[in-house]
């Protein structure tokens, strides 16, 4: 059967040594070249966070993708052909989900392992989660993902069609697997809301604090802003989903106490079972009362994934929350953006104007700060710091703080 994990175990996961890989992405009638490249330069970074260096890409115009095989036949033999010259292609990874069927055509036709973006991620997430609580999480969505695969997954069972007194058997099988699957889900899903419930207890015993969590695009230096904030050592790394489980740290700035949480960073194409999984982590988010959107402003494709971040916060319905705009990594987008002649002034000019057209265009105030080189965090701390005295004079509006 194919796209097995061994879950919860140390090394989990479907890399354990450099392995090469293809890519391939397919341009449908809702989408330009321009946006697969760059999905595809997406999926090369997953592919690497995994541990996969990615030797070619493909991609294929299609008005739809093909039932069997994903992309057309001529296509199919072009990376076929290219496979059988690079021997050491271990695996195809596609940029779309894809159904169990194709899966196993397409290991059949190409002789290597075939990845869908979906089961790259969760490969991911397999082998960041830590604590008991990640490791259910990702255990659930991966049961979840296989479940509508397994016939598909299961092409032994093509060998004994119209043999005699085999179809029962290979009928009975199938479904005691879907059976164990399923019970495997049941289980997986009591075991986290017993999970939810300790942590619901824990987060009643923090209700009189303002909450603020950081929400954002994957790899955009939500723990690099976190331990600079709090000034405590959360794992951050130039890696998508460096951070699964969330963390959260009481911090007092003049006296004044809060909780600050960090989250799993939001990506495109989030396996839908997935946020599904995550639901008690991103209770924290859901929970909060201020949020802080971290943006990798030097990001060509910022303003995407500002949208994309929206999208999961509205299908969370937390969109309409107090929220402060910060764009990180002022100082990489300097140096993509500005050349030797532009002095001091002009840069100033350039970004407050910068600063004006994002705060109209999303309709929230916002910072430019570098995490990396510290720069402006003392002007993000003012800001957060008004915004929770705020939410403190709303909350207490009878009690007298002097802050």
């Known amino acids: 059967m194919g796209n097995e994990w061994n879950l919860g175990q140390k090394d989990s996961g479907l890399v354990r040594e450099t392995e090469y890989a293809i890519l391939i992405g397919l341009v449908t009638k809702n989408e330009t070249e321009e946006q697969i490249v760059e999905y595809l330069d997406e999926l090369e970074f997953l592919a690497l966070t995994a541990g996969a260096k990615t030797l070619k890409r493909f991609i294929q115009k299609l008005p739809h993708p093909d039932s069997k095989t994903f992309i057309g036949s001529g296509k199919l033999d072009e990376v076929a052909e290219y496979i059988e010259e690079k021997e050491e292609i271990s695996m195809v990874i596609f940029d779309d989900d894809l159904s169990g069927k194709q899966v196993s055509i397409l290991e059949e036709r190409l002789k290597v392992k075939i990845i869908d973006r979906s089961s790259l991620i969760l490969d991911i997430f397999a082998s960041r989660a830590q604590t008991a609580q990640a490791k259910t999480q990702v255990e659930l969505a991966q049961m979840q993902y296989l479940l509508p695969r397994l016939r598909g997954l299961w092409t032994h069972l093509e060998r004994q069609r119209g043999g005699i007194g085999m179809r029962g058997p290979g009928e009975k099988e199938i479904e005691t697997d879907r059976r164990i699957v399923r019970d495997k889900i049941s289980l997986l899903k009591k075991k986290l809301e017993k999970i939810d419930q300790q942590n619901m207890t824990r987060r009643k015993h923090r209700n009189e604090l303002i909450r603020v969590a950081l929400v954002g695009y994957t790899n955009v230096g939500k723990s690099t802003l976190m331990n600079l904030l709090t000034k405590s050592d959360v794992f951050a790394e130039n890696k998508l989903f460096a951070t699964l489980d969330t963390t959260v740290r009481k911090v007092a700035w003049e006296g004044m106490p809060f909780l600050l949480s960090d989250t799993v960073g939001f990506i495109r194409k989030l396996p839908h079972h997935l946020i599904e999984s995550f ?108 915004l929770i005295k705020e939410e403190y004079k709303i909350r207490y509006p009878y009690q007298v703080k002097q802050w």
Not at 321 to 328: A, E, Y
Not at 357 to 370: A, I, M
């Open 279 to 386: 639901k008690s982590t991103l209770d924290e988010v859901r929970e909060s009362d201020i949020l802080l959107h971290v943006v990798d402003i030097a990001h060509p494709s910022h303003e995407e994934h500002i949208r994309t971040v929206n999208q999961t916060l509205k299908d969370m319905e937390v969109l309409d929350k107090k929220t402060l705009m910060v764009f990180n990594k002022i100082d990489l987008y300097r140096e993509k953006n500005y050349d030797d002649l532009v002095d001091e002034e002009a840069k100033r000019e350039i970004e407050e104007g910068l600063q004006g057209s994002l705060s109209f265009q999303f309709g929230h105030d916002n910072v430019l700060v570098s995490a990396l080189s510290k720069e402006n965090i003392d002007v993000l701390r003012d800001k957060m710091t008004e």
